[in-house]
């Protein structure tokens, strides 16, 4: 019997798994408070869709500011689980502050907390998964840890959804919840997952690359330097991944949309999360074994296009619920074919001592596009209405996509010691 559940013929690392269960708990805890967050901020509290979009732009985007420092911390210290415990704990720390934050500048510092807490989680956390897999199967292991992460997404709505349809008024309640799923999470990535040195690679023995091992039997780790950073195929996936999240705004906008349109009750709103996040939790295995097969750019555009087709269910003129679900279904699918999809081409293009670095310049990418792209479309949905704000991104992502698709268009292959 092999603890950890290493060895040749293991698929998925135990550590993938347990790194999953950490990412479900933390999922649980933010999804539950994010699914509420639209309809707290502009109904309960009363600000406009400007200060929505702003505050959604910090939620999107405000990790960028130190997402690469955190990889560079991990790569340089070799200590990528204690990075990312930091990172965990700090994002618990702001389910405290939920409790007591009530105004826009509460709210603004609440959220800039938590999110930075995520950007300092990430890329080790990837680094992790990365560095206890097989190269082969990166786009499995990824789709594995962000199913079992898009459980606790499904699950955060659909509590708090219960919560409020049982106390009206009990956001309160599902704050405090909140903060309990939070706690977990950062006790069992403490306690259980080991500290793997991403240059050691995925191991073979009982204790799954641990870096806990007498200091006269651990092999040297290879120096993290900035030019390891310079692949040509790392540089183009960064200025795709820029492009397309200028033009990916926030679930929110497009739920709130939604739920204008279809004037459905405000207690069914986090249910509107949970359809995507079930979407994602179905696909997100298959298009990871698909990208490891046919080609992970080629299921990074197709995704986008789902996000594209999203956008012009959504500003149809018209009711009606099956084209609600459709909007869910394709806003998971986008996620099943890009959240993970990315981290595993920078992980790809970046050799081990410089992975978490290699995967947080993508995250920061796409974290500082998405909060410029939140920003301005609160404004463009203030000055112009939301169906016609939405048009405007949805035609502007058409023309994007075939560019990105021509940045991306040769065949990268996987290195070996990816």
Avoid at 57 to 75: C, E, K, L, P
Avoid at 182 to 190: T, Y
Avoid at 304 to 316: E, S
Avoid at 373 to 396: D, E, H, K, N, R
Wanted: charged fraction near 15%; charge should be positive; hydrophobic fraction near 55%.
């Amino acid at each position: 019997m092999r603890p950890q559940g290493a060895g040749r013929g293991a698929k998925v690392s135990s550590v993938v798994i347990t790194l999953g269960i950490v990412s479900m708990l933390t999922d649980i805890s933010s999804e539950s408070v994010s699914a509420i967050l639209p309809l707290y901020i502009t109904g309960v509290i009363g600000l406009s869709t400007i200060a929505y979009g702003f505050l959604d732009g910090i939620y999107q985007g405000i990790s960028a500011f130190v997402r690469i420092a955190a990889g560079w911390a991990s790569d340089r210290g070799g200590q990528p689980k204690w990075v990312a415990f930091f990172g965990y704990g700090l994002s618990a720390l702001a389910r405290v502050g939920l409790l007591f934050a009530s105004g826009f500048a509460a709210l603004t510092a609440v959220i800039t907390v938590d999110r930075l807490g995520k950007g300092i989680r990430t890329a080790p956390r990837d680094a992790l998964i990365s560095a206890s897999s097989d190269p082969d199967n990166l786009g499995r292991s990824f789709g594995t840890h962000r199913m079992l992460d898009t459980v606790g997404a499904a699950l955060g709505p659909l509590l708090a959804f219960v919560i409020l349809f049982l106390i009206p008024d009990g956001y309160s309640t599902v704050f405090v919840v909140s903060l309990a799923f939070a706690l977990l999470g950062v006790a069992l990535l403490g306690i259980v997952v080991p500290n793997i040195r991403p240059a050691e690679g995925p191991s073979e023995g009982p204790s799954e690359g641990r870096s806990d091992r007498p200091a006269a039997t651990q092999p040297a780790a290879p120096r993290f330097r900035w030019n390891q950073l310079t692949d040509p195929r790392l540089r183009r996936l960064l200025v795709a991944a820029g492009l397309l999240g200028l033009l990916t705004i926030g679930d929110g906008f497009i739920y709130l949309l939604l739920q204008t349109r279809g004037a459905f009750a405000a207690e069914y709103f986090p249910l509107l999360y949970v359809g995507t996040n079930l979407t994602f939790l179905a696909l997100a295995i298959p298009f990871g074994r698909l990208a490891d097969r046919v080609g992970r750019a080629r299921i990074f555009v197709v995704g986008h296009l789902a996000l594209l087709a999203a956008y012009v269910v959504a500003a149809l003129p018209v009711n009606g619920a099956l084209l609600t679900i459709a909007c869910l279904l394709l806003l998971g699918m986008f996620y099943a074919a890009t959240d993970g999809i990315l981290a595993a081409l920078a992980s790809q293009f970046t050799p081990p001592e410089a992975r978490a670095t290699g995967i947080a310049a993508a995250q920061t990418v796409v974290a500082l596009s998405r909060l410029v792209a939140s920003t301005t479309f609160g404004l463009l949905w203030f000055l112009y209405g939301s169906q016609a704000a939405v048009i405007g991104v949805a035609v502007a992502l058409a023309i994007v996509i075939p560019v990105v698709a021509l940045l991306l268009r040769r065949p990268a292959r996987v290195r070996a010691d990816a």
